[in-house]
């Protein structure tokens, strides 16, 4: 996780440093490696058109099942801006998540607030609660800053069990309302939109979900993510070519924080009912990280083939539902072992080494650029 | 007052747990520089152990516990052998994610073997003493005995014998300790098995005093790491036990006075608090990435 994923590092390097110098710059559309952004914009959009007409024919179950893999695939992937961009090993999602679920749970259920102003408020809390933390908590590093952001995923469950007049204790909250009214969960309104059933969530999610993945992709390959990759790959050498070590950790984490609370808004609607137990240490801090890494930290569709190993599996193979968690803790523990790049990192390598057989010049040439 | 004084006691008793758990993981810790968040779950395991042999099995409680203990560091030799030397050369990071999806691996073993329900062991023995105003079961004082026995074997063992000087020669340089001629794998392997087999103890002492279940060793784990960050570079093994009894009153007050569901919050809350006030206990890299013996 501490090495560099990818070959980015070798243009950050001279990007920070010099800027227009070495590396054209081209704003937006900056897309020296990888691929450029026309191509993804195009997947994008296919993904978006995919998802809408096909969606309609799911059944309910599959809905369902898709739309867990979407919503854990925006936690992981919002995660995976502050692990592995930044390499923070950062365990206080659950609390950030909670916020957000809550908030929107609360809005909708009992404040009457229209979705925007839930996702405003949401997004206004967690930025002054990372901003705030962020001070604190990168005093620490390593184990110390492992143990801590655990901590305010605890805390942040303990809360919720604790602030009954708000979260409802153990027994939990609806977007439903009060009872008197017939209790009928209540859709999540943005304007024109209005979210009301399954499977309109499950393409809000995979709306959000690409639109985001598109916004990293972006991002990354810019001053911000490359300064992010940077202090992941070496602090010290990063502080030295100019880059401001605290604050793009600070950056990460708020980014990230921010983008968990906001998908937990659109996450509480989607449960519609929810308890402290949705944000339990395990499920709501440990899994995502397990997401991010077993699929490959710092990778784009690393999280997502996390989310489909770690939520996927047990649907699809249905008696390992019991297992679940032993068999995603065994994977885990199996790609800190031997791939510490996880399931992305092989197959990029694997088709690197398949490639270079091929034509070993070619290769030669493209990591030299 | 009373009430308070009933506390503190209370409090001692579940102190011997964490100075238990705390001091085994501040010797792999030390030593061997691994963070094992898998290190409660031997505490888990002891006080299971100790549920099949009593309950299930029947044998008698003081033999089930010799039992118990050295069943876990076997499992703890296990653990060394298969996993831990590996990521002896890996990034702190991965050996922190592996040790954490251990931990879960053996929470999810132990919830399918003796279920989510909570357990619970009979005590060997019953009977109450009264020393002033306070009230405390013979077996409670007896742990809290054990501990400081234990505590103080642990403290001769590395500050005044032999095996300790070759101990803290690994933790203050693994290459010179190897280039002085010590087996720094086999004082590796000694140091790992002695600490789960602490934990195994606590787990096995304490298992009368408490419900059981599967989830019970993952938060004296979080509480012995903010123990060593607290602890610092300075920390001796003094520092562990009094900290251990210290975290554990605190917990005891708050689970007392403000609600019962507000202890597991307040070792969080401290450790926040301390790193806000005084940065430099876990700030300097000399004393933040290894703790000295």
């Known amino acids: ?369 | 007052m009373d009430v308070f004084l009933q506390q503190v006691t209370n409090g001692l008793v579940l102190g011997g747990a964490y100075v238990l758990v705390t001091l085994g993981l501040f010797m792999v810790f030390t030593t061997l520089h691994l963070p094992n968040f898998a290190h409660g779950e031997m505490f888990a395991l002891g006080a299971y152990l100790q549920y099949a042999f009593v309950v299930t099995l029947g044998i008698p409680f003081w033999i089930a516990m010799v039992l118990s203990v050295v069943v876990v560091g076997l499992i703890g030799w296990g653990l060394e052998l298969a996993m831990f030397r590996r990521l002896q050369n890996a990034s702190i990071l991965a050996v922190l994610v592996g040790s954490l999806a251990l931990a879960m691996i053996l929470q999810e073993l132990i919830a399918l073997q003796w279920g989510q329900d909570p357990l619970a062991v009979p005590l060997p023995f019953s009977g109450v003493t009264e020393i002033g105003p306070v009230r405390i079961a013979n077996y409670r004082l007896l742990i809290i005995g054990v501990v400081v026995a234990v505590s103080v074997l642990l403290g001769w063992l590395v500050y005044r014998a032999r095996f300790g000087r070759s101990l803290r020669a690994l933790a203050q340089n693994r290459e010179m300790a190897q280039l002085s001629g010590l087996n720094v794998k086999q004082i590796g392997t000694i140091t790992f098995v002695l600490g789960a087999a602490v934990a195994g103890l606590a787990g096995a002492l304490l298992a009368p005093t408490t419900n059981l279940n599967p989830h019970m060793g993952f938060h004296p784990t979080l509480v012995a790491f903010v123990i060593l960050v607290v602890a610092g570079g300075g920390g001796r093994m003094a520092t562990i036990v009094i900290g251990g009894f210290t975290v554990a009153i605190l917990e005891t007050l708050a689970a007392g006075y403000i609600d019962n569901m507000a202890r597991s919050m307040v070792v969080f809350v401290a450790l926040v608090a301390f790193l806000a006030l005084r940065p430099e206990g876990a700030f300097r890299v000399a004393s933040a990435e290894k703790v000295q013996l």
């Not at chain 1, 949401?122 to 705030?132: C, D, P, T, V």
């Not at chain 1, 972006?218 to 911000?224: E, M, Q, S």
């Not at chain 1, 784009?300 to 008696?319: C, Q, R, T």
């Open chain 1, 1 to 369: 996780m501490t090495q560099s994923t990818s070959h980015a590092p070798k243009h950050s390097a001279p990007e920070v440093r010099s800027g227009a110098d070495t590396v054209p710059s081209t704003g937006i559309w900056r897309d020296k490696f990888g691929l450029r952004l026309w191509v993804r914009l195009v997947i994008a959009a296919l993904v978006v058109v995919a998802t809408i007409s096909l969606s309609g024919g799911l059944n309910s179950h599959d809905t369902y099942l898709y739309g867990t893999l979407a919503a854990w695939a925006l936690i992981a992937s919002s995660l995976n801006l502050v692990v592995g961009y930044a390499g923070q090993l950062n365990l206080s999602s659950g609390a950030f998540l909670a916020l957000g679920a809550y908030i929107g749970v609360l809005g909708t259920g009992r404040y009457d607030w229209p979705g925007w102003k839930s996702l405003l408020i949401a997004g206004l809390i967690a930025l002054a609660f990372s901003l705030l933390l962020g001070l604190v908590i990168f005093r620490a590093r390593g184990l110390h800053f492992a143990l801590i952001t655990a901590g305010i995923s605890i805390i942040g469950y303990n809360v919720a069990l604790l602030w009954k007049e708000k979260t409802g204790g153990a027994a939990g909250i609806s977007s439903a309302g009060p009872i008197e009214e017939g209790g009928i969960a209540r859709p999540f309104v943005l304007g024109p939109i209005e979210l009301s059933q399954e499977v309109h969530y499950l393409r809000a999610m995979v709306v959000v979900l690409v639109v985001m993945l598109l916004a990293t992709s972006v991002l990354v390959r810019r001053k911000l993510g490359l300064s992010w990759q940077a202090t992941r790959d070496d602090e010290v050498l990063a502080a030295s070519v100019g880059v401001r070590v605290a604050r793009s950790k600070r950056t990460a984490f708020a980014a990230s924080s921010v983008l968990i609370s906001l998908v937990g808004v659109l996450y509480g609607h989607w449960l519609g009912f929810i308890t402290p137990g949705s944000f339990d240490f395990a499920t709501a801090a440990f899994e995502p990280l397990a997401m991010v890494i077993i699929g490959g930290a710092g990778t784009l569709l690393g999280p997502m083939v996390g989310a489909l190993v770690v939520v996927g599996f047990p649907e699809l193979f249905n008696g390992l539902k019991d297992y679940s968690t032993l068999v995603y803790a065994a994977l885990l523990l199996l790609v800190v072992m031997v791939a510490p790049k996880g399931v992305v990192g092989v197959v990029e390598s694997t088709w690197r080494r398949v490639r270079r057989g091929k034509r070993p010049s070619e290769q030669e040439k493209e990591t030299e650029r």
